[in-house]
């Protein structure tokens, strides 16, 4: 393979589920990726910033079954809100990588027809447990509950029994390769502590992976053995190759493969660190410089996640402030490898304080004072006095720590050094007080040094800060008259005085609104949660309503069906005959207790084959925290009666 180009830079996120819409969880990766993309920008390197979905798999199957969709109509709705979203904040991606593309399809295919003639894959029985949600295989020793079922450890969710024909990747093989690769390049996985995690991991043994299911459609299908499909992480990691041209735009390919650092959460650390680096030297190829594994944002102390039901729109958060705020607070607030609590009051607060007053402020007066005394344009200044000069200098100091924060992942380091300059440049003003030197026509010269020095400052402050907040950045650079791009000038060129004399600045616009909590808080209040906006309603007519034949129906006979755990087999009356019904509620009700009770049924649904049992219509029940809870009648009732 020809070698990497040395300025080379590949950054990944992980390819978001498409079984829900994004909240800010992945919103703060992305945007991670999006701020070391840009700064590699203007350190001059080839850039390339891939992003995606993961679209196949159990998971987004069963999501679509839910809305009554097809998976890939699923997965096109919520393509549409992640690229959505990506726009809102100001995201420049390079890629967006599907998992339903031909292209990635036929890649991924190839590869495993490719470990397969090595004999990397072997097929075999698989028998285990499976946790839909986090679509991983349990380890053995995972403890059975009670009640004969297993607890995903990750997740908490209960897993399922698998039991298939399947065929595996020979991971155990990989064990100590994997190992000296740890050895040889001990920042593989970042931060360090990380890296501790996986080598404890690997080190307990490495048992061979399933890495195809029978009992999943929704999946690439295996080559030559239609039957099965391949795993969906076998699938979605090789996303990392086919986005930049595996096997279909060889020379984009060679030009950034390996990746420089595939940033995820410390969720899926081991799929990146382990299984991701074990199929690579499968196929033979260089492996990633860096996986960092970030921390999660909580609300309320607890893992923001779609299942918990705790995550938040970062919609309304990007209505009321605009993208750079969100921004600079997930990137500002802890430092990347730790895990975050978002709170709303935090949010305000870090906004309003740093954003709106220190730097919407210096912004402003500078400005202003510049059009003011100057009608826009300083022509000459005195020479530079100490304080003059200690501004100059504290930005060259701070050009270097801040390119080794931004260099190291320590985002929020870096911007902790840029808020300690701002601050030094609006103590220099409240020092001076150019507002009183403009009233001595011979302090003139003195007036335009003090101004023109927060006018550097603020070019150099807004260069640094383009990575995080990219829009707000662009803008104080026009509102000082620049005319090239701000990406066009390299980091390695930025100089306090590159400001040119006799520039003319533009009539500033209010960068960053403060926004009062209260005012926030109700914003977020009239939001309808994002369980219920998913629901969004899809009214019926009443002609349309009446088609259904809705029923009181009385249990006659009720029984387990075997091999399966919530499947009861009911035979119930309607009043003018005898229906057979299968019915998801055996871990609420026992089917005894369902006999002589009164329910309601849909009599008029296409019948249904379960468990090869024709089910002639449907009973009704509410789901409580994916549990059935059945409406039972609290007077007698006569069976068949109608239901409206
Ligand atoms: O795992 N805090 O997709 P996913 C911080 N498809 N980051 C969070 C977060 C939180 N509370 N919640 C989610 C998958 N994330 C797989 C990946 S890659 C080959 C396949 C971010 O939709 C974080 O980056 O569940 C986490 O790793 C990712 O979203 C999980 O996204």
């Given at each position: 393979m020809a070698k990497r180009s040395k300025k080379a830079f590949y950054v990944t996120t992980p390819i978001y589920y498409v079984n829900d819409v994004p909240h800010i969880g992945h919103a703060y990766t992305t945007i991670i990726a999006d701020a070391l993309n840009r700064f590699k920008k203007l350190l001059g390197n080839e850039v390339f910033f891939l992003t995606?979905?993961?679209?196949?798999?159990?998971?987004?199957?069963?999501?679509?079954?839910?809305?009554?969709?097809?998976?890939?109509?699923?997965?096109?709705?919520?393509?549409?809100?992640?690229?959505?979203?990506?726009?809102?904040?100001?995201?420049?991606?390079?890629?967006?990588?599907?998992?339903?593309?031909?292209?990635?399809?036929?890649?991924?295919?190839?590869?495993?027809?490719?470990?397969?003639?090595?004999?990397?894959?072997?097929?075999?029985?698989?028998?285990?447990?499976?946790?839909?949600?986090?679509?991983?295989?349990?380890?053995?020793?995972?403890?059975?509950?009670?009640?004969?079922?297993?607890?995903?450890?990750?997740?908490?969710?209960?897993?399922?029994?698998?039991?298939?024909?399947?065929?595996?990747?020979?991971?155990?093989?990989?064990?100590?390769?994997?190992?000296?690769?740890?050895?040889?390049?001990?920042?593989?996985?970042?931060?360090?502590?990380?890296?501790?995690?996986?080598?404890?991991?690997?080190?307990?043994?490495?048992?061979?992976?399933?890495?195809?299911?029978?009992?999943?459609?929704?999946?690439?299908?295996?080559?030559?053995?239609?039957?099965?499909?391949?795993?969906?992480?076998?699938?979605?990691?090789?996303?990392?190759?086919?986005?930049?041209?595996?096997?279909?735009?060889?020379?984009?390919?060679?030009?950034?493969?390996?990746?420089?650092?595939?940033?995820?959460?410390?969720?899926?650390?081991?799929?990146?660190?382990?299984?991701?680096?074990?199929?690579?030297?499968?196929?033979?190829?260089?492996?990633?410089?860096?996986?960092?594994?970030?921390?999660?944002?909580?609300?309320?102390?607890?893992?923001?996640?779609?299942?918990?039901?705790?995550?938040?729109?970062?919609?309304?958060?990007?209505?009321?402030?605009?993208?750079?705020?969100?921004?600079?607070?997930?990137?500002?607030?802890?430092?990347?490898?730790?895990?975050?609590?978002?709170?709303?009051?935090?949010?305000?607060?870090?906004?309003?304080?740093?954003?709106?007053?220190?730097?919407?402020?210096?912004?402003?007066?500078?400005?202003?004072?510049?059009?003011?005394?100057?009608?826009?344009?300083?022509?000459?200044?005195?020479?530079?006095?100490?304080?003059?000069?200690?501004?100059?200098?504290?930005?060259?100091?701070?050009?270097?720590?801040?390119?080794?924060?931004?260099?190291n992942y320590a985002l929020s380091r870096a911007l902790e050094e840029i808020w300690t300059y701002i601050k030094s440049v609006n103590k220099y003003l409240a020092v001076n007080e150019p507002w009183k030197l403009s009233k001595d026509q011979s302090k003139r010269k003195r007036l335009g040094r003090i101004l023109y020095q927060a006018e550097a400052a603020l070019r150099a402050i807004s260069y640094l800060l383009f990575p995080v907040i990219p829009g707000s950045s662009e803008k104080i650079w026009n509102f000082l008259g620049e005319e090239k791009p701000i990406e066009e000038e390299l980091f390695s060129e930025l100089k306090f005085d590159n400001l040119k004399l006799g520039q003319e600045i533009k009539k500033p616009d209010p960068l960053f609104p403060r926004i009062a909590l209260k005012d926030f808080l109700k914003e977020e209040e009239t939001q309808p949660s994002p369980a219920r906006k998913e629901e969004k309603m899809e009214y019926i007519n009443f002609d349309e309503f009446k088609r259904m034949d809705l029923r009181v129906g009385e249990v006659l006979e009720a029984e387990k069906v075997e091999g399966t755990e919530k499947l009861i087999k009911l035979e119930v009356d309607i009043g003018t005959e005898k229906r057979t019904m299968v019915a998801g509620v055996a871990d609420v009700y026992s089917a005894e207790e369902l006999v002589g009770k009164k329910l309601v049924v849909i009599v008029n649904l296409k019948p249904a084959i379960i468990r090869g049992i024709e089910s002639q219509g449907m009973l009704l029940a509410a789901e409580v925290e994916g549990k059935a809870t059945i409406p039972f009648f609290d007077k007698d009732v006569l069976t068949g009666a109608k239901v409206r």
């Amino acid at each position: 393979m020809a070698k990497r180009s040395k300025k080379a830079f590949y950054v990944t996120t992980p390819i978001y589920y498409v079984n829900d819409v994004p909240h800010i969880g992945h919103a703060y990766t992305t945007i991670i990726a999006d701020a070391l993309n840009r700064f590699k920008k203007l350190l001059g390197n080839e850039v390339f910033f891939l992003t995606g979905t993961d679209e196949h798999g159990q998971k987004v199957e069963r999501a679509a079954t839910e809305k009554g969709l097809k998976p890939i109509e699923l997965a096109d709705q919520v393509v549409g809100r992640f690229k959505d979203l990506w726009k809102a904040l100001n995201i420049s991606y390079d890629f967006f990588i599907r998992t339903t593309e031909p292209f990635h399809e036929k890649s991924v295919q190839k590869i495993f027809q490719k470990l397969k003639n090595k004999g990397d894959i072997y097929k075999g029985i698989y028998k285990g447990w499976y946790c839909v949600s986090d679509e991983n295989f349990l380890a053995e020793d995972v403890p059975l509950e009670e009640g004969g079922y297993k607890i995903c450890p990750d997740c908490g969710k209960r897993a399922d029994v698998v039991s298939e024909e399947c065929y595996f990747f020979k991971l155990s093989a990989y064990q100590k390769p994997l190992l000296d690769f740890y050895a040889q390049n001990p920042t593989f996985v970042r931060p360090p502590s990380r890296m501790n995690e996986v080598i404890s991991f690997a080190r307990q043994g490495l048992k061979d992976l399933s890495i195809t299911r029978t009992s999943v459609e929704w999946g690439i299908p295996v080559p030559d053995d239609a039957d099965h499909t391949i795993y969906v992480w076998f699938d979605a990691l090789h996303n990392y190759l086919t986005g930049i041209g595996y096997d279909w735009n060889m020379e984009l390919f060679e030009k950034f493969w390996p990746a420089t650092v595939h940033l995820i959460g410390k969720d899926i650390l081991r799929f990146h660190a382990i299984f991701w680096p074990a199929f690579l030297m499968a196929a033979e190829l260089p492996l990633p410089q860096t996986v960092f594994g970030h921390g999660w944002w909580l609300k309320d102390q607890t893992k923001m996640s779609k299942s918990k039901g705790n995550v938040l729109d970062p919609h309304i958060i990007l209505k009321t402030f605009g993208a750079d705020p969100l921004r600079y607070f997930l990137l500002r607030e802890v430092p990347i490898g730790l895990d975050g609590n978002f709170s709303h009051e935090g949010f305000v607060h870090r906004v309003n304080s740093d954003l709106a007053n220190d730097l919407g402020n210096l912004v402003q007066r500078t400005l202003i004072m510049i059009q003011n005394f100057f009608s826009g344009k300083i022509e000459e200044t005195d020479k530079e006095e100490k304080g003059d000069k200690e501004i100059r200098l504290e930005f060259e100091r701070l050009k270097e720590k801040v390119l080794n924060f931004y260099e190291n992942y320590a985002l929020s380091r870096a911007l902790e050094e840029i808020w300690t300059y701002i601050k030094s440049v609006n103590k220099y003003l409240a020092v001076n007080e150019p507002w009183k030197l403009s009233k001595d026509q011979s302090k003139r010269k003195r007036l335009g040094r003090i101004l023109y020095q927060a006018e550097a400052a603020l070019r150099a402050i807004s260069y640094l800060l383009f990575p995080v907040i990219p829009g707000s950045s662009e803008k104080i650079w026009n509102f000082l008259g620049e005319e090239k791009p701000i990406e066009e000038e390299l980091f390695s060129e930025l100089k306090f005085d590159n400001l040119k004399l006799g520039q003319e600045i533009k009539k500033p616009d209010p960068l960053f609104p403060r926004i009062a909590l209260k005012d926030f808080l109700k914003e977020e209040e009239t939001q309808p949660s994002p369980a219920r906006k998913e629901e969004k309603m899809e009214y019926i007519n009443f002609d349309e309503f009446k088609r259904m034949d809705l029923r009181v129906g009385e249990v006659l006979e009720a029984e387990k069906v075997e091999g399966t755990e919530k499947l009861i087999k009911l035979e119930v009356d309607i009043g003018t005959e005898k229906r057979t019904m299968v019915a998801g509620v055996a871990d609420v009700y026992s089917a005894e207790e369902l006999v002589g009770k009164k329910l309601v049924v849909i009599v008029n649904l296409k019948p249904a084959i379960i468990r090869g049992i024709e089910s002639q219509g449907m009973l009704l029940a509410a789901e409580v925290e994916g549990k059935a809870t059945i409406p039972f009648f609290d007077k007698d009732v006569l069976t068949g009666a109608k239901v409206r």
